[in-house]
């Protein structure tokens, strides 16, 4: 079975607690939509995440967020292939996968797209506090060429995406911080990802991000909730 989640954040209790109460194995799979919390810190805190996590019986994959480190920047992954697609792995966390943006994966006959990363609205409040901030948080244009390629091999067609924000016409307005000056916010992913929707034939878009949970049209916000994957 294939499991989905929103943000986790170094959180992983609910993650915990479905796997006791479901009793899953390495051939179930958990998605976790983006800042997963395992790469956040780079000291001895994401070792002990990494050692807790890699103990329970299910395959966590993850999309990229934006409060944490590429894998891609982290010297210990390297790339294998995973479910018709390219992840990033490390040999001592072998059920911890975390996804390449632009790659398509065959999860359970659904051909799935992952687009990750955001703009972090807290970006001045963490340098201002010399918490961790990570300029590629945001895809960057090789990224979008490559999700674009892509997608025009298959003519515009896949049965699910999975990102980390939402096009912009999706954006869930009423839970926007109130301190937060929207006009200073770059959303340039998410109009981006409007023109990516508008063009491209699916069944189902799975996001998180916003510390919510909400369904309108085809797609779905996530956050605390655990849900079986469908598209």
């Given amino acids: 079975m294939i499991y989905i989640t929103g943000d986790t ?13 479901i009793k899953p194995n390495r051939n179930d799979t958990m998605i976790i939509l983006g800042d997963a919390g395992f790469n956040y810190y780079r ?12 103990q329970l019986p299910i395959t966590i994959f993850s999309i990229h967020g934006n409060h944490e480190v590429r894998p891609a920047a982290i010297p210990s992954y390297h790339i294998a292939e995973w479910n018709g697609g390219k992840v990033y792995i490390e040999d ?24 990750g990363g955001a703009y972090s609205v807290d970006k001045f409040y963490r340098l201002s506090r010399g918490w961790n901030w990570w300029e590629d948080e945001q895809p960057s244009p ?48 998410e109009k981006w990802l409007d023109t990516i929707e508008e063009r491209l034939e699916y069944k189902h878009w799975y996001a998180g991000h916003y510390h919510t949970e909400k369904k309108i049209d085809k797609l779905s916000i996530m956050f605390e909730s655990i849900s079986e994957f469908t598209a």
């Fill in 92 to 115: 001592e966390y072998p059920n911890l996968l975390f996804a390449v943006d632009g790659e398509i994966y065959d999860l359970k006959g659904c051909q799935t797209l992952v687009i």
């Fill in 142 to 189: 090789e990224i979008k060429a490559q999700v674009e390629h892509r997608l025009a091999e298959r003519k515009w067609r896949v049965d699910a995406v999975l990102s980390h924000t939402v096009p912009l016409k999706y954006e869930p307005v009423e839970v926007f911080l109130p301190q937060i000056d929207q006009s200073q916010v770059d959303k340039s992913t």
């Fill in 9 to 21: 954040h170094g959180q992983f209790q609910r993650i915990e607690q479905f796997c006791e109460k």
């Fill in 43 to 54: 000291n001895w805190r994401d070792e002990f995440a990494k050692k807790k996590m890699s």
